[in-house]
């Protein structure tokens, strides 16, 4: 059987011309300290992580009025988006 291949489907955007700052792009306030990652040839690369609160399954709801829905457990997600600069342009690359 053969091996499966590890793919990835991303969402890639170009930041309009007019946005040279990064605090112009992203909103740091909502977001962790950003992880510095070096890209050979582009310079420093910038990893913002935005964790979101827990909530409730949508379909916990159908059993809120049976059951304490706190034994069901909340979910969360992590949000990201990657911040690259390549020939003097901005692009995201956004994650969750």
Known sequence: MPKEKNTAHLSIYLV???FKKRDRIIKEDD???PI???ISGSGKS???IKPTPGRYPKWS???SELIDISRIGKTSNIAAAFLIKVSGR???LAFG
Do not use: W
């Open 46 to 48: 910038y990893l913002y």
């Open 31 to 33: 977001c962790k300290d």
């Open 16 to 18: 309009k011309e007019e």
């Open 90 to 92: 901005y692009f995201v």
């Open 36 to 38: 510095t990652i070096p």
């Open 61 to 63: 709801s159908l059993f």
